[in-house]
């Protein structure tokens, strides 16, 4: 297991040097500032490189080894007239980072947004912040913020009344912070951010696109860009859709495991992979995560661990829990997933270990008061890596001493 930490560039508060700290070996990291669509030139993807892993000698070294993400461009999503262009810039990118042997590249195509929470900062019993998304609160902002004319069935008569409830009770300032939230979007995300009018247009392009044609479009999109992924020998892991369900009419086809089955049957090509972000996928309760990182273990090249707890009565809701302490048994996962290192190595596997990263942390103590990229705090994310680390590193010995009787 190679253990990662996400970096923002030079303007992340938690810098190079403090996550050298936490003893994590791997940097997730991508060039944020380059617009979608626009190829990443080799010097950059070079400078870069050096900003994360030159260093005094002495110190212990860092590597950019998982990129994360090169964002799709909408038009590729939509497969608009032009839009191979986008494609061939993509491509470019991977080559350009291959080239400086970065290999594994996370990437999503989840339409006009990304990740969405509606609580950037949730209070939990401990004292400490959370992530959280309230379904009740999504559909206040989508039925009465957006004034979205959603389809027949889409909520149900309790539903609304339920939203109108929530929306009546917050203020002109919890509404602008929910707008932003979900049309601004979140740190990593690989969508633009949109004032409410142009969030609209943006929905409405996808007004004739439903699961078949997004699948359509992300296989013919995987077409151009496997061959070369497996000539370069580079991973791609495609990252689920964060809630994994469909949001505001858009429909959303990297959810469940009979998603995954659909990926892999188009295309069986092995740089052909996933992210196992084992907290989005857990946030719908029919998936069963132990059982899916056995089941899709040769295809996981990169895994955030993290988990949710979902709330009893509105199981579409949930906030971000303690590393070990969610919904699912992350110890079966970690499991899972060493003994798909073990496969690997029994078969000369060119990749044998996966890149795992705590993902979100809570914010506590000193992150309280730090302006911060949210679910990207310092301390939460250490806690969280050395409760993982814990649990490989007691796992792996338990697996070494078995094998030595
Ligand atoms: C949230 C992340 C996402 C993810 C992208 C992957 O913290 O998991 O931002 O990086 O969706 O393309």
Known sequence: MRESWRWFGPSDPVTIDEIRQTGVTDIVSALHDIP???????????????????CDPGLSPLKWTV??????????????????EYVQAWVQSMENLAACGIKTICYNFMPVIDWTRTDLKYKLPNGAYSLRFDQKKF????????????????????????????????????????????TAGLPGKMTDSYGLDDFRAMLNNYRDIDAAALRENLFAF???????????????????????RDMLGL?????????????????????????????TYSS???????????QFGPRIHFSHLRGVSRDADEQRSFYEASHLDSDIDMVQVIKALLDEETRRAANNSDQVDIFIRPDHGLQMMDDIDKTGNPGYSGIGRLKGVAEVRGVIRALSAMNDSRAAT
Request: hydrophobic share 40%; proline share 8%.
């Open 36 to 54: 979608a669509g626009e190829v990443w030139p080799l010097e950059s993807i070079r400078r870069y490189k050096s900003l994360i892993e030159d």
């Open 67 to 84: 990129v994360e993400s090169i964002p799709v461009h909408e038009d590729v999503k939509l497969a608009q007239p032009g839009h191979e």
């Open 139 to 182: 559909a206040a902002f989508d039925l009465f913020i957006l004034k979205r004319e959603v389809s027949d069935g889409e909520y149900t008569a309790a539903e609304v009344d339920d939203a109108r409830e929530v929306f009546e009770a917050m203020s002109e300032a919890d509404r602008t912070e929910l707008t932003n939230n979900i």
């Open 222 to 244: 995987l077409s151009a860009v496997l061959p070369r992924a497996e000539a370069l020998g580079v991973k791609l892991a495609i990252h689920p859709d964060d809630p994994p």
């Open 251 to 279: 429909p959303r086809i990297i959810c469940t495991a009979d998603d995954l089955d659909i990926l892999f049957d188009a295309h069986p090509s092995p740089s052909n992979g996933i992210t196992l972000c084992v907290g």
């Open 284 to 294: 719908r309760p029919d998936n069963d995560l132990p059982a899916m990182a056995r």
